[in-house]
């Protein structure tokens, strides 16, 4: 199975600060990468599909980038509605598989 | 509205058996693949299993594969996942999601708000 490791597992940040996450693939998987956000009781909402594509209404504010193993997302602009887990997950092989997730506090 | 609606019993005991439903609109629910997805009390996401839009393509995570079965009801806009001999462990809030094409493999651009699941004596 890949194995998706994301860091930091937490962070805290400050209104309006820019923030970001890595998560890395334990093999290649090219831009087979999305990010989801689950905000707490809540389930969890696509962010950004294929790596860099915003998911439906998404603010402009979230960013994704890498490729091969190593990926980012990044939040611009922090704001109090961004409190959340955010979990990556890859898409390249079966089974599909989610990083353990970084939680956001603000 | 895309809407999804996970439904079924909330308890069982250790070795019993489960099915659960999940029931989609305002979507064309036979053109998506569907997924289940478990979330175990303060864990992450653990993927289960898919089906493709027909019904003919299904697909397993390892461990579950024998225990856990997906299937579909077109006619229905009915998502089913029948779990056996259930453990402890398997205790966990399952989602339902649908895929934003027919490949298996995501994005999961739409979630069910979830069903907690709790296996216990």
């Known amino acids: 199975d890949i194995q998706m490791t994301q860091s930091p597992s937490s962070l805290s940040a400050s209104l309006g600060d820019r923030v970001t996450i890595t998560c890395q693939a334990s093999?290649?998987?090219?831009?087979?990468l999305n990010w989801y956000q689950q905000k707490p009781g809540q389930s969890p909402k696509l962010l950004i599909f294929d790596v860099s594509n915003l998911g439906p209404g998404v603010p402009p504010r979230f960013s994704g980038g890498g490729s091969g193993t190593d990926f980012t997302l990044s939040i611009s602009n922090l704001r109090p509605e961004d409190l959340a887990t955010y979990y990556c997950q890859q898409y390249d092989r079966v089974p599909i598989t989610f990083g353990q997730g970084t939680r956001l506090a603000i | 509205e895309v809407q999804l609606l996970e439904s079924g019993e909330n308890f069982v005991q250790p070795g019993g058996s489960l099915r659960l439903s999940c029931v989609g609109s305002?979507?064309?629910?036979?053109?998506?693949?569907l997924t289940w997805i478990r979330q175990s009390p303060g864990k992450g996401l653990e993927w289960l299993s898919s089906v493709s839009a027909s019904g003919g393509t299904t697909v397993y995570a390892d461990s579950e594969t024998g225990r856990f079965s997906i299937s579909r009801d077109n006619s229905k806009n009915t998502l089913y996942l029948e779990m056996k001999s259930l453990k402890v462990e398997d205790t966990a809030v399952y989602y339902c999601a649908k895929e934003d094409d027919d490949l298996l493999t995501g994005p999961f651009d739409y979630w069910g708000q979830g069903i907690l699941v709790t296996v216990s004596s």
């Open positions: 093999q290649d998987i090219t831009n087979h």
């Open positions: 305002g979507f064309s629910f036979s053109r998506y693949a």
